[in-house]
Structures are given as structure tokens and as C-alpha cells.
T-cell receptor, first 111, second 110 residues
Framework: EDKVVQSPLSLVVHEGDTVTLNCSYE??????LLWYKQEKKAPTFLFML????IEKKSGRLSSILDKKELFSILNITATQTGDSAVYLC???????????FGPGTSLSVIP | NAGVTQTPKFQVLKTGQSMTLQCAQD?????MYWYRQDPGMGLRLIYY???????DKGEVPNGYNVSRLNKREFSLRLESAAPSQTSVYFC?????????FGQGTRLTVV
């Protein structure tokens, strides 16, 4: 059965800390790994990863995929209170007919 | 650019009532999805539709039905609402890129 697991489920850090969020997946005919940030409303897209070992960066956020070990990490450096959110990881099948989400990591950044 | 539009945004139902959540996308996407989100559970897939005319069950389909009316529209129906269906519902669509989400429907069943 397809599944996506994230860890930790919740995390509290101080501003300026660096955090690493983990995502592992088992999805038939895997194509890509997606990261989303969810604050109060709908998830907003962060990254799509399709190739192993190639880091994607956007400001203080970066992510990498390991297709051999079936996991991905999302790093956030120099965290700010605005980074407080739930970070969702999802695995997309090659036929685009399934996008399976993990439970999310709830990140709280305190001043 | 409307993207994915969901209606209604909020709804309160009594146990046993029925209702349909509407979703439409204007991005010419083939795939559409319905998720529910409960605290600590992430997004759980209820049903998905890989293309017009096809629908498939996801992780938590019980108590729901769907219709892919055309390429743009994918509706979710609760025939007899139960308190366990109190949740936030998200519709999403995708083609060759990431999934795009509607703004969600907060449903309360009392």
C-alpha cells in the first residue's frame, strides 16, 4: 500500500535555528516528491523533486531527494517566526493519478 | 487566473443530511482529487479522477461519492452526513506538475 511518512510530527525551535524535516515514501511507480507549506488555509507549493541528489533551493529553504533510499529532507536555515506552519510532503505517481500526502510536520518558531 | 475553485467555504449539516461540494479548475488538468484534513492526520485522499469519465477510491472513500462531470469539474457528495465527516475538505488538480489546491471547505456535522 502506498504511504508517506514524515518526522518529526511536531517541532519547536527558536528563531535563527536550522531545522531538518524528514520524509520517506513507498509509492508504486514513483515519479516525484512534493513539498508544501500550509499555514491557515490551502497548502502552497514549495518544491518538486524528481532526480536524486540534486538540491533545490529557494531562499533559506532547500530540499533534496534520495530515490535509492526513498526519502527526502527539507532544510530551513536561520528560521523566522513566519516559517511557523505545517510542512507537508507528498509522493506523486508516474501516471499523475495519485498524490499521496504524509501527516505533516508542525513547525513552531518562537522568538 | 482562478485556479481551483471550491464551494461552499463553510457548511454546517445535521446528521443524516446530504450535500455536494463543488470543485472546478480552469487549468486544463487531467487529474483531480478530493482530500480531507483532520488535526494531526495530514491530507487523506478520499477519491481521485485521473481523467474525465474515470474515478477511483483513495484511502478513505467510505461515506462519499464523486462525479467527474467534465474535465473542469469534480464534485464530492455526502449522501448521509455523519459527525465523523466533520473536517476540512480540499479539492486539487494536477497535470504534469505539482497539485494545485482550492481554498478548502470547512464542514461541520452536528
Amino acid at each position: 500500500e502506498d504511504k508517506v511518512v514524515q518526522s518529526p510530527l511536531s517541532l519547536v525551535v527558536h528563531e535563527g535555528d536550522t531545522v531538518t524535516l524528514n520524509c520517506s515514501y513507498e509509492v508504486t511507480n514513483f515519479r516525484s516528491l512534493l513539498w508544501y507549506k500550509q499555514e491557515k488555509k490551502a497548502p502552497t507549493f514549495l518544491f518538486m523533486l524528481t532526480s536524486s541528489g540534486i538540491e533545490k533551493k529557494s531562499g533559506r529553504l532547500s530540499s533534496i531527494l534520495d530515490k535509492k533510499e526513498l526519502f527526502s529532507i527539507l532544510n530551513i536555515t536561520a528560521t523566522q517566526t513566519g516559517d511557523s506552519a505545517v510542512y507537508l510532503c507528498a509522493a506523486q505517481a508516474i501516471s499523475y493519478d495519485k498524490v499521496i500526502f504524509g501527516p505533516g510536520t508542525s513547525l513552531s518558531v518562537i522568538p | 487566473n482562478a485556479g481551483v475553485t471550491q464551494t461552499p467555504k463553510f457548511q454546517v449539516l445535521k446528521t443524516g443530511q446530504s450535500m455536494t461540494l463543488q470543485c472546478a479548475q480552469d487549468m486544463n488538468h487531467n487529474s483531480m482529487y478530493w482530500y480531507r484534513q483532520d488535526p494531526g492526520m495530514g491530507l487523506r485522499l478520499i477519491y481521485y479522477s485521473a481523467s474525465e469519465g474515470t474515478t477511483d477510491k483513495g484511502e478513505v472513500p467510505n461515506g462519499y461519492n464523486v462525479s467527474r462531470l467534465n474535465k473542469r469539474e469534480f464534485s464530492l457528495r455526502l449522501e448521509s452526513a455523519a459527525p465523523s465527516q466533520t473536517s476540512v475538505y480540499f479539492c486539487a488538480s494536477a497535470r504534469y506538475t505539482e497539485a494545485f489546491f482550492g481554498q478548502g471547505t470547512r464542514l461541520t456535522v452536528v
